[in-house]
C-alpha cells in the first residue's frame, strides 16, 4: 500500500473495559470496534450516548489505550508512536478545552506553544484563526464572556494550531443553538472539502451525519454495526417505514400480533408506544394497517409513512430507534407523509 493510499485512520479490534467499581463487573466500552477513513474525508461514527464513540477517539487520540486491538493515524501506531501521532492529529472533545480566565488569543498562542511553534510563529497562526472564525473582535476578551457557540469556535481552532493532517471532532455541535450548529457544519465541510483534511466526526444527531460524513459506521454496544455512505446504508432498507404509534403502551403488543398478520408489512419492531415496520408500498399498506388494528380494538393515535431515515437504518442493525436510546434524532429526510396525505 503505498503512503497516498494507506488509511488516515485506521482502527483495529479495539477492546476497552472500565471498572465497574462497588464489586460491579467490567464495563465494555470498546468490543472489537473496527474501521478505516480514507485521507481527505469526513467520516462520522454515530451512536447513542455511551455507545463507545468518545472512547474510540481518546484511544485514537492517544488519550487512553486499548485492552487489545490497534490504532494507527497518518500510519503511525498510537501505542508505539504517540508522540509522533500527536504532531499529525487535533483534538477537540465534548468539553471546553480553553481557560475561561485567559482572552481567546492568549489561549491560541499556548496552544500553539505547547506544540513547538515559535512565539512569533504562535501569535501568527492565532491572529489567522481568530481571523477565520470570526473572533478577531473578541481576541482581547477573557473566554468567560464568549456565547457557547464562541467558545465552541474557540475549541475547534486550538485544535487547528498545529495543522493537523487529521482532526478528531467529539460531538462538536451538542449545546449549539441552530445558528452555531449550521456555522460549525460550514467549517467542517471547508476544513474536509477544500483543505484535504481528514474529520473524524461522533455526533448522536442524524441530520448531522447525514449532511458531513461522506462515510458513516453506527456504532453500538462498543462494536460497528453498519457503516456506509448514507444513502449506501438508506439505499439497503428496501421500501417504505410505517410507523403506527398506538393510545397505550399497554397494548403495542396486540398491535404487533395484528400488525404481523398483514401481508404487506414486514420487519415489524416493537419502539416504545409504537411498532415500526416496512413495506414496498407504504400507502397502499396503511389501510389494511388501520383495518387490522381496528379488528383487534387497538386505538390508533397517529399512523406515518415515510422514506428510509438513518434512524430507520439504526433501527434495523440494533433492534431500536434512537428516540428510544436517549438520543436526538433530527429530521434527515422531508418530513414523513401523514394519513391526510397518503390519502391525497
Known sequence: MTASSRPALEAGSLVKTYPGGRGK???VALDGLTFQVAAGTVFGLL?????????????LATLARPDSGTARVAGLDVAREPAAARRVLG???????????????????????LHGLSARDARARAEELLGRFGLTDAAGRRVSTYSGGMARKLDV??????????????????????????????????????????????????????RLADRLAIVDHGRVVTEGTADELKSGLRG??????????????????????????????????????????????????LAALDA?????????????????????????SFASA????????PAPATLEGAAR
Request: no cysteine; hydrophobic share 40%; charged share 25%.
Open 25 to 27: 463487573p467490567p464495563v
Open 47 to 59: 451512536g447513542p450516548n455511551g455507545a463507545g464513540k468518545s472512547t474510540t477517539v481518546k484511544i
Open 91 to 113: 483534538f477537540v472533545s465534548q468539553k471546553q478545552v480553553s481557560d475561561p480566565m485567559d482572552t481567546g488569543a492568549e489561549n491560541l498562542v499556548l496552544a500553539g506553544r
Open 157 to 210: 481552532a486550538i485544535g487547528l494550531m498545529n495543522r493537523p493532517q487529521v482532526l478528531f471532532l467529539d460531538e462538536p455541535t451538542t449545546g449549539l443553538d441552530p445558528e452555531a450548529r449550521a456555522e460549525m457544519w460550514s467549517e467542517i465541510e471547508r476544513m474536509s472539502g477544500h483543505e484535504g483534511m481528514t474529520v473524524l466526526l461522533t455526533t448522536h444527531y442524524l441530520e448531522e451525519a447525514d
Open 240 to 289: 417504505d417505514a410505517v410507523h403506527v404509534e398506538v393510545d397505550r403502551r399497554d397494548a403495542v403488543g396486540h398491535a404487533l400480533a395484528a400488525l404481523g398478520r398483514v401481508a404487506a408489512l414486514r420487519d415489524l419492531v416493537a419502539d416504545g408506544q409504537a411498532v415500526r415496520a416496512r413495506s414496498d408500498d407504504g400507502a397502499a399498506a396503511l389501510p389494511p394497517v
Open 296 to 320: 383487534a380494538g387497538v386505538e390508533v393515535r397517529s399512523a406515518t409513512v415515510s422514506r428510509p431515515s438513518l434512524d430507520d437504518v439504526y433501527l434495523r442493525h440494533t433492534g431500536r
Open 326 to 333: 436517549g438520543t436526538t434524532p433530527a429530521p434527515a429526510t
